[in-house]
């Protein structure tokens, strides 16, 4: 039986997220706890599948960091940050203290947390059962078929949240090949429209270029959707 703990000292917050995990996975253990204290005290002795944590907890602006720290000291146990914190500044910032996902509270629906909860209980259940397959060396790109870890370019990780990930997945596995805006709406949990999607291979993009300024592995074509082109020659210009 899977176990999660809810990290949120917002009663009305934290009982609305218990709910809907219940209600989405019948059977389940869900502890609340409201504190900073409290949450550590409950990770050092308790085995959670999943944590879902608010950043700031009471009049610790950034006590979900020091949980974060305190769970990756010990288990790893996978971490999907829920927070009011603007999701530009802070979603790259929980992503490199090595959180799952980042949702900003009123930006998301139950549908949208229900979707990324229960893909990564998941994919960190077949983390513990399963062996992750060797990933080929083209294109100096690593991807984790369980999201358990971030995918690697050049062995630098690239900081991406899971949608934008699953799009990258997509495009390297038909790498050569032209996907759909059709194709990849089945990745996108919500915001099915082409702008959205534009804006997730925007982000990719940009954490490519972080590690490698001129990488421009990801052709865009116009109306139809994008390639993987991979690492393009000098000689070959710009797309």
Do not use: C
Request: net charge neutral; charged share 25%.
């Amino acid at each position: 039986m899977a176990k999660v703990a809810v990290i949120e000292d917002d009663v009305p917050t934290s009982n609305q997220l218990k709910g809907w995990i219940e209600a989405a996975k019948p059977g389940i253990v869900v502890d609340q706890w409201f504190n900073r204290d409290d949450a550590e005290a409950a990770i050092a002795r308790e085995h959670y599948d999943l944590v879902v944590l608010d950043i700031e907890l009471g009049r610790e602006r950034h006590a979900g960091v020091a949980i974060i720290n305190a769970i990756n000291k010990q288990r790893g146990t996978p971490v999907l940050v829920v927070s009011a914190m603007p999701a530009t500044i802070y979603r790259s910032i929980m992503k490199a203290l090595d959180a799952w996902d980042y949702l900003q509270k009123t930006a998301f629906e139950e549908a949208d947390f229900i979707d990324t909860f229960l893909e990564i209980l998941r994919a960190a259940k077949e983390s513990r059962s399963a062996q992750v397959p060797a990933q080929p060396a083209a294109d100096e790109l690593s991807l984790d078929p369980l999201w358990q870890s971030s995918p690697t370019w050049r062995a630098q990780r690239l900081n991406l949240p899971l949608t934008a990930q699953r799009i990258l997945a997509t495009l390297y596995q038909r790498r050569g090949e032209v996907v759909s805006y059709d194709e990849l709406y089945q990745v996108v949990k919500s915001g099915r429209n082409r702008d959205n999607v534009r804006k997730h291979v925007s982000t990719i993009r940009d954490a490519f270029r972080e590690i490698d300024p001129g990488f421009d592995g990801i052709e865009n074509v116009p109306m139809r959707g994008f390639r993987w082109v991979g690492q393009a020659p000098a000689a070959k210009g710009r797309r």
